[in-house]
């Protein structure tokens, strides 16, 4: 689903030039519920980033489902989002005059799909995330955990290939987080390719593959036996 | 432009964000409305100063006679120029296309008017039918001089209605006999001049029979013309002026008198008059103009202000729906059809609402120097659309910005 290799990136601060990512060598497989870890300036949001579209690698390449990401235009990149991937934030990032229902159907929109069928989509995403009886709440109305799912359900309105989630229970209680890694790991029980950037511990045995930065490289890609949230809920 | 769909998340977006559509819409609509009445109020100064200054006719040509005061062609100085009858006469047919009105006057003289026991002085005219157009006056009873009282030398006269007050006490004077001179008249008609008591101290009688009761021969004193006038008023001044000169050098040469003796003969042109009252009404529509445009730079920049604040304010909400797939163009689209709806919805509100004003408190307004208030719908239709043009531009600029940002900055957590 994933193929990077030999991915190099770097920031210009001023007169230096911050090498964040140092070849980077990664697969992931469809079906796959995989965690990045490592400590702050370890290169993994900036890594999500470059997964994610938001940000573009210096060298290296990156292959997402047969398609090679290579030198988007912002129109390209912006197609290739709404179709491929879908994202969950730390801060939620909802729109906050929108309506929970209508959070969830702004990506069809872009779709170019019409309301009516939008709106079913929304409804019936929500409804997954357990959240139907809030779909015409504002997000101001609504408790973290609840936004998170919002923005769970908006992330998979688009049904994209994969889920790319930075610090999805950062913001988080952990009672809400195991209730939203419970969700994700339902999520990835029915097939869906998920990423995670977390520097928890926890979280990162929920799912069942951690590779772990530091300095730009990856020191560690181990498989782990996966702890099912809801033991802990 | 016309996806429903789009409209749809637009009026979502407006109806949300209410106070923000507000601001936008009260800054648009009061900087039109500011504009439509002051326009308004231009054109209405504008149209009380011309109908003030309108009590002489705006483009008349006067010709009167002297002395020569230099020598030419072995003539001497000091020699008197007598106009006639075939002065007019040449005149009129040489430029008779031009010329819309023309008179002469014989009427030297204030002499006393009598009637009954009552007298009067007054400054008695003979004159031709025209001259009742050429001085603005209007008959408010009987009628003025006509071709048939020139013909036949009738001695009638037409009275002002100062006459009619202090000598006839206010009653009709018409077939009433005054006496001038020792002369009979018959009073036929009374006329009223906009230009007041000063112009009502004259009264008319036929040229020919001022002549005749007056041992005038053929002489006149003056020639008064009027020019027809053209629309555009430089062109008109010029016209007349051409018209003026070549007069001038037609009766030097039949008086024999020297092109640059300026006593001789004396043409006066109201038109120059006109001119500087053309001149005030157009200063007065400048500045007008003036601060009009100023309101409208206020408001596009106040527009172009509130447009980057708002996406200033949505830069995150942006970075969101560019992560979810907005491509670049959709996002200023968005921005610049949110932007024209308000501008232009708020701009024909402000131009329902000041044309509205004009329209009702505008006859209401009783000031000799508003007059009709009003302003051309197209005129105000354009600066509505300038003011839209102007805002939408003043919307690209940011939003062309926010499609740049690319939507890992927009969502940096502050």
């Given amino acids: 689903m994933i193929k990077i290799t030999d991915l190099h990136k770097s920031y210009k601060m001023g007169h ?67 179709k491929f991937l879908g994202f969950i934030f730390q801060s939620f990032n909802l729109i906050n005059y929108k309506s929970a229902l209508d959070n969830v159907a702004l990506p069809l929109y872009y779709q170019g799909l019409k309301r009516k069928e939008r709106m079913e989509k929304a409804e019936h995403y929500l409804e997954k995330v357990g959240l139907a009886p809030w779909s015409h709440h504002l997000p101001s109305e609504l408790s973290g955990g609840q936004k998170q799912r919002v923005a769970i359900a908006r992330a998979l309105a688009s049904d994209p290939k994969v889920l790319l989630a930075d610090e999805p229970t950062g913001a988080l209680d952990s009672k809400t987080s195991y209730e939203v890694m419970d969700l994700i790991q339902g999520i990835n029980d029915e097939g869906k390719t998920i990423l995670i950037v977390t520097h928890e511990d926890d979280i990162a045995h929920m799912t069942k593959r951690i590779v772990n930065l530091k300095d730009g490289v990856i020191i560690d890609d181990s498989k782990v036996e996966q702890v099912r949230a809801k033991q802990n809920v | 432009m016309f996806d429903i769909e789009r409209w749809q998340e637009i009026f979502q977006t407006l109806s949300k964000n209410k106070l923000r559509t507000i601001l936008t819409g009260v800054s648009v609509a009061s900087g039109i409305f500011i504009f439509i009445v002051l326009l308004g109020f231009s054109t209405g100064v504008q149209n009380g100063v011309k109908e003030k200054f309108s009590g002489d006719a705006t483009n008349k040509i006067s010709v009167r006679a002297g002395r020569t005061t230099k020598q030419y062609k072995g003539l001497n100085p000091n020699r008197r120029i007598q106009l006639k009858n075939e002065d007019l006469d040449n005149i009129s047919n040489t430029y008779g296309d031009y010329l819309e009105y023309k008179s002469g006057g014989y009427s030297n003289w204030g002499a006393q008017l009598v009637y009954k026991n009552e007298f009067g002085n007054f400054y008695i005219r003979g004159v031709d039918p025209d001259y009742q157009f050429i001085s603005k006056a209007s008959i408010t009873e009987g009628r003025f001089i006509n071709q048939g009282d020139i013909n036949e030398a009738r001695k009638v006269i037409v009275v002002s209605n100062k006459t009619k007050t202090e000598l006839f006490k206010g009653k009709s004077p018409i077939g009433e006999m005054v006496s001038v001179k020792g002369v009979n008249f018959k009073v036929v008609g009374v006329y009223g001049d906009p230009g007041g008591e000063r ?64 006593s001789a003969l004396r043409i006066d042109n109201t038109l120059e008059k006109a001119q500087k009252i053309y001149s005030l009404s157009d200063m007065i529509k400048a500045i007008f103009w003036f601060v009009g445009i100023g309101t409208i730079i206020a408001g596009i920049v106040s527009v172009g202000n509130i ?13 969101i729906r560019k992560a979810l797939g907005a491509e670049p163009l959709s996002i200023i689209a968005m921005i610049l059809q949110e932007s024209i709806f308000v501008t232009m919805f708020s701009g024909l509100f402000g131009l329902v609402i000041g044309l509205g004003l004009l329209e009702f408190v505008g006859p209401t307004i009783e000031s000799d120097f508003i007059k009709y208030p009003q302003v051309d719908f197209y005129t105000a239709l354009i600066t509505v659309f300038i003011l839209v043009a102007a805002g939408t531009l003043a919307g690209f600029i940011p939003a062309y910005r926010a499609a740049k940002i690319k939507p890992i900055v927009a969502l940096k957590d502050e």
């Fill in chain 1, 16 to 82: 230096n030039s911050l090498h964040v990512l140092k070849g980077i060598d990664f697969h992931v497989k469809e079906g796959e519920l995989v965690s990045i870890m490592g400590s702050s300036g370890s290169g993994k949001s900036t890594l999500l980033n470059i997964l994610g579209m938001l940000d573009e690698a210096d060298t290296g390449s990156y292959v997402l489902d047969g398609v090679p990401i290579k030198d988007l235009n912002e129109k390209i990149a912006a197609q290739y989002r709404n």
């Fill in chain 2, 307 to 319: 447009m980057i604040i708002i996406v200033k304010e949505r830069t995150k909400e942006i970075g």
């Fill in chain 2, 199 to 262: 112009e009502e101290s004259q009264v008319f009688i036929p040229l020919t029979s001022a002549q005749i009761a007056f041992n005038g021969g053929t002489n006149i004193r003056d020639m008064s013309f009027t020019v027809a006038m053209s629309d555009n008023f430089d062109e008109a001044v010029a016209f007349s002026q051409n018209l003026v000169a070549s007069i001038e050098s037609d009766l030097k040469t039949k008086h024999t008198i020297a092109p640059n003796d300026r």
